[in-house]
């Protein structure tokens, strides 16, 4: 090796005190390895590289955790690692070093073949004491799957724990120290090829994510059987310290994805005018949209995307979060270069999916039990009376001081503007109101909480986070925040029929939209079937069929009956405000709040205070009420 390998007294002594002071540590070692110790933990993992092979992808399978030494082919780790035991030790009782080593050909003697899916040998010296840690271990192991096959998982019981071809990390007089414990992980090594050099970058996030749980699954049972420290839930010993890859990252990802109003750019601007054209043409014409000009360059903007260090991002959960973002934009961009052509409908599907049977059943029926005479929504609107934008745009001013007294760092603004299809909208935090819209009265409320108390305030609640991601929008996170907004028009008393006919109508205008329907065929059908007015139908066909064909409106019904069945399992609501998420980002929330990464959401809804909202919540979850129900039982 060119560097000296040697690592010195004063660097032990220095990772020492750092760690008798409960600070990190992270520290590229002298022969080319790297000490990363987020804090006093009883646990630490160990790979080292072997001499001759290659050996790819295997070191960062100890990335994911918050305690780890990896050495350079030849360095010698054992003094520090000895050194790190013996304190932690000290410290909390107990102490377990796992190493994660690469098999070799024909070291697994079970089906562990590289056709046949992931395989793991457990090597333990002491499997008596260790009983129920290996057992955690060895069970969540099970639980990793690769291409539909789950793993295949052996344990050995061995005087040398080691990878072949090497001593044991620590000399046997420091293994016969009083309860510090070591323990083998050999894996399969399916994310690489035979050679060792060429990686398979999919099937080591995959295995990286499956061993990182297995292992914290095991240090927390070793942890509380063995240890003084008494952690509640095993993500609480996961990682913490976030590295500068991550932070580069996440801002990457939030400018471009500042850098355009994705719904903006979609929006015909010539609404209005388009809906005088139509008429005037006896619904018999296809409307023609124009939109505003992109103000970015789009390969630049890929360019930039595709340099974002991701890749470099050690801890599996962040890394999953950000790449599942930055694929979304790419689709997004690739929609914007699309506009206005087929091809936009293409990118539509995969970033807002598509109807299947099961809504598109839901929205038929709630259509038949919402049957209305054709203008009978506008003349119950006539009855109980409407306010115009600025009027609108006063009451939205008062909920958001509301808000902006519980956390004054709320810089979200109320724009009256007239180029906005929909009669209200969020973008980019502020409220804009389109200036000829008019709200009914008995409405105002409920689009309040729709649009403050959930669009503004999880987007003000993801800016108090240390992630950007959280306020611009993790990817899909559109169907859980439609889900949740809606539902706070139920909760406070709010939603309407007329609200759900509509909900509805947009799930079969996606549908047909997907099946092939042009404007004029969608039109006739919400007109004539289902008896929406002309000015109503022509906006639902608007909203679905702009941009060349956007199946986002299905996701405000889907998210609606996503959110009831969460509820139903009894799903907790306060993860749900931290930001904008996706359902399936849940876990992963929840895990970044165990340890310690993500904080306590600054805002509340207003509207889940009240006494009326708490009791038809309370009445969700214990009658198991769907959206149907809510119907057919006169809830609504």
Known sequence: MSKDSRIGSDFIAYVKNELMANRPVRKELPGGGRIHIDRQLPFLCIYREPTGRADAGTKRLVYSEASYITAAAGEDISGLTEAVAVLMRDIFGSFLIVEIWAMQS??????????????????????????????????????????????????????????????????????????IHLLGLGVLPLYRDESGEVLYPLELKKLRRGVAKALKHAFFRFASDLTSSCPTHFDMLGRRLVTRAVWESDRALAEIDDA????LQVTPVNTEEAWRVFREKNYRESPFFLYRPRPFDIPEMKRKLFEVPIEKIEDPTLMELFDQKREEIDRKLTMLADRDTENFLYGSIPTYGRVHKSLLNTAESMLELLKERKHENVEADAQNGTVDANSFAKSAEAEIAFYKKI??????????????????????????????????????????????????????????????????????????????????????????????RVLAARVVAVSMLCDGADFIELFSVLSGKYNFGEKSAFTIATRVFRGGGLTKDAVYLRGLVGILEYLHGEGALEPLFIGKIAVEHIPLIEELQWRGILKPPPLWPRYLEEENAKARLKEIREKRLGILDLIEKGYI
């Open 260 to 263: 355009f109003d994705f719904l």
């Open 407 to 500: 956390y004054p760092k709320l810089s979200s603004k109320v724009l009256v503007r007239d180029d906005i299809v929909a009669g209200a909208m969020v973008s980019g935090g502020d409220f804009l109101i389109s200036e000829g819209a008019h709200f009914p009265k008995n409405r105002v409320e409920a689009l309040l909480h729709h649009e403050i108390g959930t669009h503004i305030l999880t987007y003000a609640n993801g800016t108090a986070q240390p992630f950007m991601q959280l306020h611009t929008g993790l990817s899909g996170y559109d169907e859980m925040q439609e889900g949740l907004a809606v539902l706070s028009e139920y909760l406070c008393g709010g939603i309407s029929k007329a609200r759900l």
């Open 106 to 179: 024909g070291e697994f003697s079970g089906q562990g073949r590289r056709d046949a899916g992931p395989a793991f040998r457990i090597y333990s010296r002491q499997p008596s004491e260790l009983l129920s840690t290996v057992e955690s271990l060895q069970n969540r192991l099970k639980e990793v799957t690769l291409h539909r096959f789950h793993a295949a998982v052996e344990v050995v019981k061995t005087d040398k724990v080691a990878p072949k071809g090497q001593e044991p990390v620590l000399k046997e007089d420091v293994l016969q120290i009083e309860n």
